[in-house]
C-alpha cells in the first residue's frame, strides 16, 4: 500500500488521510479549509540529495478571482501546519492553529482574499517527510535528507505554480514562518508583493543553535529513538521521552520568564508535595506540553525542522544578511514581541534596518514571550489588517 492511498506506520502522528491526489481540486469548490494534496514532482535539496515523488498537503479559504491577484499565503512556524483555521476534523487533531486570524470577516477576511497554507517540506502532517514512505515502500526514517528553509521555499514555489497564482498579495508568518516570507522576498521578488514577519531572524544566533542542538540531543539520547529508525515500534514505543524533554526546553523559551512566575510562582501542582518528590505546577505544565507535543508530532520530524531552522541565514551566498535584505523591493511590515526570548526583538531591529522597503518596526505587547504571536490575536491581527491594506495593486 503506498503512502497515496493512506497507508500510516505504527508509530507516529497521522501522515495521511487516505485523500486521492487533488491536483485543481481547489477549483472544484472543495469545503472551505479541507485538507487536499499535491504531487509536486522530484526535489533536489541544497545538501544534493533527491527526494522523489514530493507530496504536499494543503488548505485554502475564500477563492481566487480571475486574475489571480488576491491570494494570501500563510507560512506557518515549526509545530505548525496547513490548518490555520477552523475546527479539528479529518487529518486534524486540533482546531486552527491561527483560528481567528482568517475566515469571513477576520483580519484575513476571506470574503476579499484567496488563502493557501501548506505543510513544509520535511513535516509530519501530510508533506513528504521522515515518516513518509520512501520508494522501497519503507519510511525514510533517518534517511531523510537535511532540507533547509530554501528548500521548504521550492517546494512552495511549486505550489503556487500547481494552483495557478502569478504572485502573493501577502505572504505572512511567525518563527520558521518568517524566515521562509524573507526568503521568498529575496529568492522571488516578482512572486511576492508584500509581506509580514512575526517574531523571526535573518539569520539564526549562536544562543538558538545551541538550544535547537539541545533540543535535538535530548531526542537522540532516547534509547527508543532507535538512530531514527522507530516507525516498526508499537505504539507507545517510540522516543516520547526525548521528545518531551526537547518539548520542555523549547516551551521554556517560548515562554517569557516573568509570565512563568506570575502564573505558576513556587506554587506546588495540586496537593503534591515537592520535598517529598511531588511537582511545583510549572513542572507540571511542562509535562503536559511535552505530552501533548509527543501525542501529534514525529520525533524525526522535529529533529529536522528544528536543523533547518539552525542552518537559516538569508545572507549565505549572498553577501551577509544585509546585503541579502538590501535587495528586498516589496513593502515589508515586521513585527515584534516585547518579552520574546527566543527571538528577542533587536533581530527585528536588524530586519528593518536593512530593508529599504521596511516599514517602522511594529511590537506586539505581550507578557507571553514568543508565543505572544499565538495569543494576542487582537494585536496581531490590526496589525495584519494595516499590511493588507497597503498591498500594492499589480
Not at 527526494?51 to 512556524?77: D, K, S
Amino acid at each position: 500500500m503506498s503512502a497515496a492511498s493512506g497507508a500510516t506506520v505504527p508509530y507516529g502522528p497521522l501522515s495521511y488521510d487516505g485523500l486521492p491526489p487533488a491536483t485543481g481540486a481547489w477549483r472544484e469548490g472543495f469545503p472551505a479549509g479541507e485538507r487536499r494534496f499535491l504531487d509536486v514532482g522530484d526535489v533536489t535539496v541544497a545538501a544534493g540529495a533527491t527526494i522523489p515523488a514530493v507530496r504536499v498537503a494543503y488548505q485554502t479559504w475564500g477563492t481566487l478571482n480571475e486574475q489571480g491577484t488576491n491570494a494570501v499565503y500563510v507560512c506557518h512556524a515549526l509545530t505548525g501546519d496547513s490548518h490555520v483555521a477552523g475546527e479539528a476534523g479529518p487529518g486534524h487533531l486540533t482546531s486552527g492553529w491561527w483560528d481567528g486570524l482568517v475566515g469571513p470577516g477576520a483580519p484575513v477576511d476571506t470574503d476579499e482574499w484567496f488563502v493557501v497554507c501548506a505543510n513544509v517540506l520535511g513535516g509530519c502532517q501530510g508533506t513528504t517527510g521522515p515518516v513518509s514512505l520512501a520508494p522501497d515502500g519503507r519510511p525514510w526514517g533517518s534517511r531523510f535528507p537535511v532540507v533547509t528553509v530554501a528548500d521548504m521555499v521550492e517546494v512552495e514555489r511549486r505550489v503556487m505554480e500547481a494552483l495557478g497564482i502569478p504572485s502573493w498579495a501577502l505572504m505572512l508568518g511567525p518563527s520558521l514562518g518568517g524566515m521562509r516570507v524573507l526568503e521568498w522576498m529575496v529568492a522571488h521578488p516578482d512572486r511576492v508583493r508584500s509581506g509580514l514577519v512575526l517574531g523571526t531572524t535573518a539569520a539564526v544566533t549562536a544562543d538558538q543553535i545551541g538550544t535547537h542542538a539541545t533540543q535535538i540531543a535530548a531526542i537522540e539520547a532516547d534509547p527508543r529513538y532507535r538512530g531514527g529508525d522507530y516507525y516498526d515500534q508499537p505504539a507507545g514505543e517510540g522516543p516520547h521521552v526525548g521528545m518531551g524533554i526537547a518539548r520542555r526546553i523549547a516551551h521554556l523559551t517560548y515562554r517569557s520568564e516573568s509570565e512563568l512566575d506570575l502564573r505558576f510562582g513556587r506554587d506546588p501542582q495540586d496537593d503534591e508535595v515537592p520535598t517529598a518528590g511531588g511537582r511545583f505546577a510549572v513542572e507540571s505544565y511542562l509535562d503536559h506540553q511535552a505530552d501533548k507535543l509527543a501525542r501529534r508530532f514525529d520525533a524525526n520530524t522535529y529533529i529536522a525542522l528544528t536543523r533547518a531552522m539552525s542552518l537559516f541565514d538569508l545572507g549565505d551566498g549572498r553577501g551577509g544578511a544585509a546585503e541579502a535584505l538590501a535587495s528586498v523591493r516589496a513593502p515589508l511590515t515586521v513585527v515584534g514581541l516585547d518579552s520574546d526570548r527566543l527571538f528577542p526583538i533587536r533581530l527585528q531591529e536588524e530586519i528593518v534596518a536593512a530593508t529599504p522597503t521596511a516599514r517602522p518596526l511594529r511590537v506586539v505587547r505581550s507578557p507571553y514571550g514568543h508565543d505572544g504571536f499565538l495569543v494576542e490575536k487582537e494585536q496581531v491581527g490590526e496589525i495584519v489588517r494595516d499590511a493588507l491594506a497597503v498591498v500594492p495593486v499589480t
